[in-house]
């Protein structure tokens, strides 16, 4: 059982940074696929960031360049670094641990969500 809690979103203005972190309860976690998802307003959850059990990286198109998702020394608390972030970035923010127990079966554990608000 793993259990992930976001943190750190707000309202910022257009070009500002902000720091989500992620902490993760369960030994498992470490073993985990990790990821950042997002949900603008009036649309469905998309990646934003993942970083796989073996340390690859991977985002979106859109935030490339500006975020950086990464795991502290302990391996419990997932980040993701967004700068010059966008009026577009608004979003409710969400922390993913897809934690395999087969090849081809997961459990995925979602976060609350913490809202990001960007404004011009």
């Known amino acids: 059982q793993v259990q992930v809690m976001e943190s750190g979103g707000g309202s910022v203005q257009a070009g500002e940074s902000l720091q989500l972190s992620c902490v993760a309860s369960?030994?498992?976690?470490?073993?985990?696929?990790k990821g950042w998802y997002r949900q603008p307003p009036g649309n469905s959850r998309e990646m934003v960031a993942t970083l796989s059990e073996d340390g690859i990286v991977a985002y979106a198109d859109s935030v490339k360049g500006r975020f950086t998702i990464s795991l502290d020394n302990q391996g419990n608390t997932l980040y993701l670094q967004m700068n010059s972030l966008k009026v577009e970035d608004t979003a409710v923010y969400y922390c993913?641990?897809?934690?395999?127990?087969?090849?081809?079966?997961?459990?995925?554990?979602w976060g609350q969500g913490t809202q990001v608000t960007v404004s011009s």
């Open positions: 369960g030994s498992a976690f470490s073993s985990c696929r």
């Open positions: 993913l641990a897809r934690c395999y127990i087969a090849p081809k079966k997961h459990y995925d554990y």
